[in-house]
């Protein structure tokens, strides 16, 4: 199988707080993870891809001090929104590769984050 | 930046009726996925193909790769209103780093009874 879990579900929070989303893949290891964003009504969009000891490559656009991304194991992908507010309401949704070769990604069920 | 084009964006059809999605690039690619995802869901894998002409199915789901490479189809027979959702291709170009993938805008298929 390959199951990718994200945690939580859905978030409400204040403006001004930060938010964390895990993402974890469950019965595979994943030396590569991204990190996409989805507004009502549209397709995904990227924002960063994971690797595994290293630092996230950022999307043009993404701003990396608002969007963390630690990739501290090969099961473990987060990202924090730092300093949230209402435009960063959105559908945050993470995939997971296998391995190195091919290009199948595998989806988590994603994250409804809505900052009040 | 790869674009990659789909149509229609919306579709809505009746129960039993056969219909077809496009996605189209003006380059080449490596592999293309093509997604499933219902509301508030995460994309689930459908099918990838990688072979120039290559054709699979999946039930009552037939996808097709150009022999090119540069364009996919998906088509539907006897359409279910199970089969609602937003269908989503995704392309992958070259030995690009990471082997990220790019979206496209999606079709969002309604199946009435």
């Known amino acids: 199988g390959a199951v990718v879990s994200q945690h939580p579900s859905w978030v409400i929070c204040k403006s001004g707080t930060s938010v964390k989303i895990e993402c974890r893949s469950l019965?595979?290891?994943?030396?590569?993870m991204f990190w996409y964003r989805q507004f009502p009504k549209q397709s995904l969009m990227l924002m960063a891809t994971?690797?595994?000891?290293?630092?996230?490559?950022?999307e043009q656009g993404v701003e990396k001090d608002k969007f963390l991304i630690n990739h501290a194991s090969l099961t473990l992908s987060t990202l924090t929104v730092t300093s949230a507010h209402p435009e960063d309401s959105s559908f945050y949704i993470c995939?997971?590769?296998?391995?190195?070769?091919?290009?199948?990604?595998?989806f988590g069920p994603g994250t409804r984050l809505t900052v009040l | 930046t790869q674009l990659l084009e789909q149509s229609p964006q919306f579709l809505s059809i009746q129960e039993g009726e056969n219909l077809t999605v496009y996605c189209n690039s003006s380059?080449?690619?490596?592999?293309l996925q093509w997604y499933r995802q219902e509301p508030g869901e995460g994309p689930v894998l459908l099918v990838t193909?990688?072979?120039?002409?290559e054709v699979k199915k999946l039930k009552r789901l037939t996808f097709q790769f150009g022999d090119a490479r540069k364009d996919s189809s998906l088509h539907i027979t006897a359409a279910q209103p199970g089969d609602t959702g937003l269908y989503l291709c995704?392309?992958?170009?070259?030995?690009?780093?990471?082997?990220?993938?790019?979206f496209g805008g999606g079709t969002r298929l309604m199946v009435k009874p």
């Open positions: 995939s997971a590769k296998k391995g190195p070769q091919g290009n199948e990604q595998f």
């Open positions: 019965d595979f290891q994943a030396t590569t």
């Open positions: 994971s690797n595994e000891g290293s630092k996230a490559t950022y």
């Open positions: 380059s080449v690619f490596s592999s």
């Open positions: 193909v990688v072979t120039g002409g």
């Open positions: 995704a392309g992958a170009w070259g030995n690009n780093a990471g082997n990220m993938l790019t």
